[in-house]
T-cell receptor
Framework: RKEVEQDPGPFNVPEGATVAFNCTYS??????FFWYRQDCRKEPKLLMSVYSSGNEDGRFTAQLNRASQYISLLIRDSKLSDSATYLCAVNGRNKLVFGAGTILRVKS | DVKVTQSSRYLVKRTGEKVFLECVQD?????MFWYRQDPGLGLRLIYF???????EKGDIPEGYSVSREKKERFSLILESASTNQTSMYLC???????????????FGPGTRLTVL
């Protein structure tokens, strides 16, 4: 089993839709969780950290479910500019482990 | 803003050549990382360093070495490049947290290396 797993997608959604991605992790001792966004041929950029109580940043909501060992990212009112690959990251033993990413395509 | 820069955006080398990829960060971060990213495989950690002259192997260190002579600079070396090392190479740094490297990482723009 991979340390961090994501559905690769692609998720094809119309503008204005709500879309959610999950990311499962295997290390129950993990303490740090992040979502990164990566545009085509660019570097990953931090989108948001994921806190135990969940957190929201505008149209983006991140949540952590420790019991089931997954984190989620919800995007409301999708924009064309949200099209990207979304990577989750979870701390493993002395390193940050990244998922392979979920592709989101928002279409008009 | 954290700035991580990499020496080249695109690089083409021949099999057997020695290749140096340079990474510089300007935020006084202790931790620095080298990843490669391939379609379907995501980001794979090659090496990381949590202090000057310190280095630790990541998940795929074979065929690579690193150098950290100064805090702001972390170099990745391909001693004898091979075609299976054609990839996107990403450098990252993160704020100090001792040897625990679970903190936010900031990435450079990447170097797309092609080995012919």
């Amino acid at each position: 089993r991979k340390e961090v797993e994501q559905d690769p997608g692609p998720f094809n959604v119309p503008e204005g839709a709500t879309v959610a991605f999950n990311c499962t992790y295997s290390n129950s001792a993990s303490q740090s969780f992040f979502w990164y966004r990566q545009d085509c041929r660019k570097e990953p950029k931090l989108l948001m950290s994921v806190y135990s109580s969940g957190n929201e940043d505008g149209r983006f909501t991140a949540q952590l479910n420790r019991a089931s060992q997954y984190i989620s990212l919800l995007i409301r009112d999708s924009k064309l500019s949200d099209s990207a690959t979304y990577l989750c990251a979870v701390n493993g033993r002395n390193k940050l482990v990244f998922g392979a990413g979920t592709i989101l395509r928002v279409k008009s | 803003d954290v700035k991580v820069t990499q020496s080249s955006r695109y690089l083409v080398k021949r099999t057997g050549e020695k290749v140096f990829l340079e990474c510089v960060q300007d935020m006084d971060h202790e931790n620095m990382f080298w990843y490669r990213q391939d379609p379907g495989l995501g980001l794979r950690l090659i090496y990381f360093s949590y202090d000057v002259k310190m280095k630790e192997k990541g998940d795929i260190p074979e065929g690579y070495s690193v150098s950290r002579e100064k805090k702001e600079r972390f170099s990745l070396i391909l001693e004898s490049a091979s075609t299976n090392q054609t990839s996107m190479y990403l450098c990252a740094s993160s704020p100090p947290q001792g040897r625990f490297v679970g903190n936010t990482q900031y990435f450079g723009p990447g170097t797309r290396l092609t080995v012919l």
